[in-house]
Each structure stands twice: as C-alpha cells, then as structure tokens.
C-alpha cells in the first residue's frame, strides 16, 4: 500500500470546531503546504470521496449526459489526487481548459462552504444535478426512457439493445428467483412490498456478471421496471489510497452510490449469486434523454470541476478545502504545471 494510508477511512469533519476556524486551518496549512507540494503528495490531509474517475460527460447510445458512473471505482482519498484525475481528462484540450476546470472546482466551493454542514450537502447536489442536467431537465437519466429502449413490445429484452449498452455478449439468465428475493430483502419494507406486485418476465445475463431483470404487470409493456445488477469489484485505487475499511465491496459502491451520484439512483440494493462468487449492486437501469449543453472544450471543463468541487464539499470539510484553495489563479497554475512534469 501507499505511505499514504492503509485503509481508505470515511471523510470527517471535528465538530469541535466552527466553519471560520476550519476556513482559517485551510488558509494556515497553505503555509506548511503548498500547491506544488500537496499536488504531488495529497499532503493537505483533507479526505473526499474520490470520483472523479467516474464524473464525466458520458456517451450513452449517441447522447451525452453529465454523470457519475462506474461508481466501485470510487474510494476516500485526498482531494488533490482526486483534482488531478480530472484535470487529465481534460488537459488534452490544452492548459486553458485545465485553468477552466480548476477555478470552476473553487468557485464551487466557495459557493457551499459557508453553509452549515448539515445543509452543504443538500445544497452541493442540487447544484450539482443543475450542471448536470444542463439547459433542461429532459437531460438527467431516466428510467422510462430505458425501459422504451431495452424493452420490446412483448414485454421481453431487447438482446441486441442490451448487448450494444454492456459492449458484450448476453445470453438468458439462469434462475435468479433465489437472488432476486435477497436483493428485495435489502430493500426498504415499502419498496420491497411494490415489487412483491410485479413478476419476472425476462433476465439476461453477461459473461463479467452483469444481470438485466425486466419486471412487468399484465401482458404489455406499460408498466414495466427494468432492474440492473453490476458485480461489485475492488477499486482499481486501493494500491493508492488504500483498502476499503467499512466492509464489503458492495457496502462500498452502496454508499458511494448514496454520496456521489448527480441523479438519484432508484431501488438500490445487493445480492449474492447462488454460489457465493459474485456480489452485484441494483439498481433501476436509466439512459439520458437529451444532449445538455455543455459549452465547448472550457466550457465542459469548467462545468466539469465545478460538479467535482460540489461533490467534494458534498462528502467533507468544504470550509477547510475552500480555506486552502482559495480563489487566486495560483493552484490552476501549479495543476497545468504538475501535469507537465508528470506527464
């Protein structure tokens, strides 16, 4: 494991102390570490929940949607590794798009950290879900539209549309009754109930473990909900960040699912297959409806570290992080450099 740390331990912020004294903390550690220095180490010690591995404008069959995915990548970790991340995917449209990103990820936090720690939260993901949804709601996920793609009007998958969504083959599923009841187990009681009234029409299967359960009532395809199970791996960060200490895999993509997500993720819960070798995350399965302006290449980035900024204040000490980076073009500077010199 990295010097770093050995588990990767949950965000904390010391009740003991007020907004203005963590804000001032920030400002004092800018000191002891500068941008350079905490850039190339995570040496400021402020702990998020990294996701930026999975924050993108992603493409979903030919539309674009500003999201978090692949959320068992997602681990505590320092808020610089996290910055720098994004910063890469970016930096190949050039230094300017790098400075966008970065100031949009201060401004961001400037906009939250003097709320009360019981309302950042809140307040970072409805401004998170309004970047991400662009100039229309239309352009958030939706189960509905899902369920019209994937679903035929015989109330079966659609073998080919589920196969282009995994980029694999898919094949029937074999029996999931047993796994599908303690998937509804780790369910609240009144969502557990509701799908006590649907049956299972059809399920597919992929050769990684992914699983595409389509419940439905009656003989058409009007009410139908089209449940997604994805294996819950280890995060491809623990030899940087270290290993996950809460528990399981699936613990630890369930509470990133709770932290990170811009859109809310329906019907979340876990199971194991039959033989015990693979544990899957569900959740109802959503596609993007509407292609959301996102602003050209400085645009994207600037929106882009600015719904990282808000994720991060989401999950940590936004006065503390907001007291360090400050607002001067100082760190956007020392990211374009970083990147140059590490690249």
């Given at each position: 494991m990295s010097p770093w740390k050995t588990y990767a331990d949950p965000p904390w912020v010391d009740p003991e102390l007020t907004r203005s004294q963590r804000r001032a903390q920030g400002r004092a550690r800018r000191d002891d570490v500068g941008f350079a220095d905490a850039l190339a180490s995570g040496g400021t010690g402020y702990v998020v929940w990294m996701c930026?591995?999975?924050?993108?404008?992603?493409?979903?069959?030919?539309?674009?949607?500003?999201?978090?995915?692949?959320?068992d990548d997602a681990l505590p970790g320092p808020w610089e590794w996290d910055l720098l991340d994004l910063a890469r995917q970016v930096s190949g449209d050039g230094g300017r798009a790098v400075q966008a990103l970065v100031e949009g990820y201060q401004q961001a936090l400037v906009d939250v950290a003097d709320e009360p720690l019981h309302s950042v939260r809140a307040q970072s993901l409805r401004r998170s879900r309004r970047l991400a949804e662009g100039v229309s709601i239309r352009a958030s996920q939706s189960a509905a539209?899902?369920?019209?793609?994937?679903?035929?009007?015989?109330?079966?998958?659609?073998?080919d549309r589920v196969a282009r969504r995994w980029g694999s083959p898919v094949m029937q599923a074999p029996d999931i009754a047993q796994e599908m009841a303690q998937y509804?187990?780790?369910?609240?009681?009144?969502?557990?109930?509701?799908?006590?009234?649907?049956r299972v029409c059809d399920a597919l299967a992929s050769d990684d473990g992914r699983l595409l359960v389509l419940l439905a009532r009656g003989a058409d395809a009007e009410d139908v909900i089209v449940l997604e199970g994805?294996?819950?791996?280890?995060?491809?960060?623990?030899?940087?960040?270290?290993?996950?200490?809460?528990?399981?895999?699936?613990?630890?993509?369930?509470?990133a699912r709770e932290t990170v997500p811009l859109v809310p993720v329906e019907l979340t819960g876990w199971?194991?297959?039959?033989?015990?070798?693979?544990?899957?995350?569900?959740?109802?399965?959503?596609?993007?409806?509407?292609?959301?302006e996102l602003g050209g290449a400085r645009?994207?980035?600037?929106?882009?570290?600015?719904?990282?900024?808000?994720?991060h204040a989401a999950?940590?000490?936004?006065?503390?992080?907001?007291?360090?980076?400050?607002q001067s073009r100082a760190l956007s500077h020392a990211v374009v450099s970083h990147l140059r010199a590490t690249a």
């Open positions: 930026a591995d999975s924050l993108d404008a992603v493409d979903d069959h030919g539309h674009v949607a500003l999201d978090a995915c692949d959320v539209t899902a369920a019209r793609r994937l679903v035929s009007e015989s109330v079966l998958l659609r073998h509804r187990e780790s369910l609240p009681e009144a969502t557990a109930l509701l799908l006590t009234h649907y994805i294996p819950a791996r280890p995060s491809l960060r623990e030899d940087g960040v270290g290993a996950w200490r809460g528990g399981s895999d699936v613990q630890r993509v369930l509470l199971s194991t297959s039959v033989d015990g070798a693979t544990a899957r995350t569900w959740s109802r399965a959503r596609a993007a409806m509407q292609v959301p645009g994207r980035a600037r929106r882009l570290g600015s719904v990282l900024g808000l994720l999950g940590s000490d936004a006065a503390g992080i907001r007291g360090y980076v400050g």
